[in-house]
T-cell receptor, first 116, second 114 residues
């Protein structure tokens, strides 16, 4: 099972670019990398997903090196409203065996605090 | 577009009481999940249902039971509530079983057991 490791917390200032890296050394061939954002008192919501190289959408970019053992979520020009916890999840789109149910557990995530 | 709807949003229980958290999704998803989140912690999986008619234990199933009533609905029952079950509960769903499928969450249910 691909276990993920992220920094516990990060601080940034408004207008800066923020990069949050997730380590997943045991990623499997079929695994995708997905990032979620959670605001206080809300459920997590999908930000971005990728398999390799670079993916960009309207809110973030995801950089995945060739070996896929890590990934970096990039948030351009953050604002105060980007203060949240960010989770990295690794897993495939196929069937789960009972032993892989732990893939469905989110880690502690990275608390990003954007300062004025 | 409602997405994932869970009720109630807030509940206070006395130790030993029972209750059921209801969850419904309108996205025709096959897989549904119940998580709990304690203050300052990540989400821990309680139970999940990979498809209609199946349920499996997650990381922290003790003290809970679930029912996948139909494709839309997945309920979580606390038979005899304990203070350790004070938490925020999130229901979620996804099109397929793997975590490579986007997981959509409800707004959460705040449960306090006194």
């Amino acid at each position: 099972l691909a276990k993920t490791t992220q920094p516990i917390s990060m601080d940034s200032y408004e207008g800066q670019e923020v990069n949050i890296t997730c380590s997943h050394n045991n990623i499997a061939t079929n695994d995708y990398i997905t990032w979620y954002q959670q605001f206080p008192s809300q459920g997590p919501r999908f930000i971005i997903q990728g398999y390799k190289t670079k993916v960009t959408n309207e809110v973030a970019s995801l950089f995945i090196p060739a070996d896929r053992k890590s990934s970096t979520l990039s948030l351009p020009r953050v604002s105060l409203s980007d203060t949240a916890v960010y989770y990295c999840l690794v897993g495939d789109k196929g069937s789960l065996s009972s032993g892989s149910a732990r893939q469905l557990t989110f880690g502690s995530g990275t608390q990003l605090t954007v300062l004025p | 577009n409602a997405g994932v709807t869970q009720t109630p949003k807030f509940q206070v229980l006395k130790t030993g009481q029972s209750m059921t958290l209801q969850c419904a999704q309108d996205m025709n998803h096959n897989s549904m999940y119940w998580y709990r989140q304690d203050p300052g912690m990540g989400l821990r999986l309680i139970y999940y249902s990979a498809s209609e008619g199946t349920t499996d234990k997650g990381e922290v199933p003790n003290g809970y039971n679930v029912s996948r009533l139909n494709k839309r609905e997945f309920s979580l029952r606390l038979e005899s509530a304990a203070p350790s079950q004070t938490s925020v509960y999130f229901c979620a769903s996804s099109a397929g079983q793997g975590t490579g499928n986007t997981i959509y969450f409800g707004e959460g249910s705040w449960l306090t057991v006194v």
